[in-house]
């Protein structure tokens, strides 16, 4: 029997975690960064707080409609808003090229349950507190039991290259997958999954910023797109929902 929402993420939460040297030590590592960078905090634009807000209502109408049509969503319980997911219409084929230079396609990434995040290694805290959050919520899920892949779109093309992202997602996590291409590759995997971004259209040197939603998706294998996580949501929230999403899918 299917336990309720409580019941299902309850359980999670109070599961088992076995941690180990190597996550402590990724643990370590990134509580040295936070405390490094404290107090450089770079201010979201009025533009990307607005964006933010039409592409969360856009990915919430999409996931809604696709479970009034099926009657059912198999992941009710794993939900903590009205917000739901499952729609093919987020997400969807792409071809870029990731960290070691070949071209892949979302069959070859998205081999296990994922967390996809749209950011760029030029910024100078956002995506990096966004991913290490990330990072560390797949420690968690994998003292749970669960192994999860956390994965970098890019939508800086220009400055980062494969071996720009190589350096930089190994920092974050060993098994984080970084990914970019030309400019039309990256516009459109941005549109699949319904998310913003904006090159400055003429940089005056190579340090600008690039404005850009902060959502992080969860993407189950021959699934697809199942919810997507707030820059509130913090690495304990992401991981229980995101076991009960494996759990949901195994049923």
């Given at each position: 029997m299917r336990r309720s929402a409580g019941g299902r993420l309850g359980h999670l939460r109070s599961c088992c975690r076995i941690p180990t040297p190597e996550i402590d030590s990724r643990r370590r590592m990134?509580?040295?960064?936070?405390?490094?960078?404290?107090?450089?905090?770079?201010?979201?634009?009025?533009?990307?707080?607005?964006?933010?807000?039409?592409?969360?209502?856009a990915i919430g109408l999409v996931a809604i409609y696709a479970v009034t049509e099926n009657g059912t969503d198999r992941?009710?319980?794993?939900?903590?808003?009205r917000i739901s997911g499952g729609a093919a219409a987020i997400g969807g084929s792409f071809t870029l090229t990731d960290e070691d230079g070949r071209s892949v396609t979302e069959?070859?990434?998205?081999?296990?349950?994922?967390?996809?995040?749209?950011?760029?290694?030029?910024?100078?805290?956002?995506?990096?507190?966004?991913?290490?959050?990330?990072a560390e919520a797949v420690d968690v899920l994998?003292?749970?039991?669960?192994?999860?892949?956390?994965?970098?779109?890019?939508?800086?093309?220009?400055?980062?290259?494969?071996?720009?992202?190589?350096?930089?997602?190994?920092?974050?996590?060993?098994?984080m997958i970084g990914l970019t291409g030309t400019e039309e590759q990256i516009d459109a995997v941005a549109k699949s999954y319904r998310t913003y971004f904006k090159v400055p259209d003429?940089?005056?040197?190579?340090?600008?910023?690039?404005?850009?939603?902060?959502?992080?998706?969860?993407?189950?294998?021959?699934?697809?797109f199942a919810d997507f996580f707030s820059r509130d949501d913090t690495p304990e929230d992401i991981a229980s929902r995101t076991a009960c999403f494996?759990?949901?899918?195994?049923e």
């Open positions: 990134r509580d040295q960064w936070r405390r490094s960078n404290r107090g450089n905090e770079m201010p979201i634009s009025t533009r990307t707080y607005a964006a933010a807000a039409v592409s969360a209502v992941f009710a319980d794993c939900r903590e808003s069959r070859d990434v998205l081999t296990k349950p994922s967390l996809v995040y749209f950011g760029y290694t030029f910024c100078p805290d956002i995506c990096p507190a966004d991913t290490g959050r990330n994998e003292e749970m039991g669960y192994e999860v892949t956390p994965v970098l779109i890019s939508v800086d093309p220009k400055r980062d290259t494969p071996e720009v992202l190589k350096e930089w997602t190994d920092y974050i996590h060993p098994r003429s940089p005056g040197d190579d340090y600008y910023l690039v404005d850009h939603m902060t959502q992080t998706y969860l993407m189950l294998p021959e699934i697809g494996i759990e949901a899918a195994r």
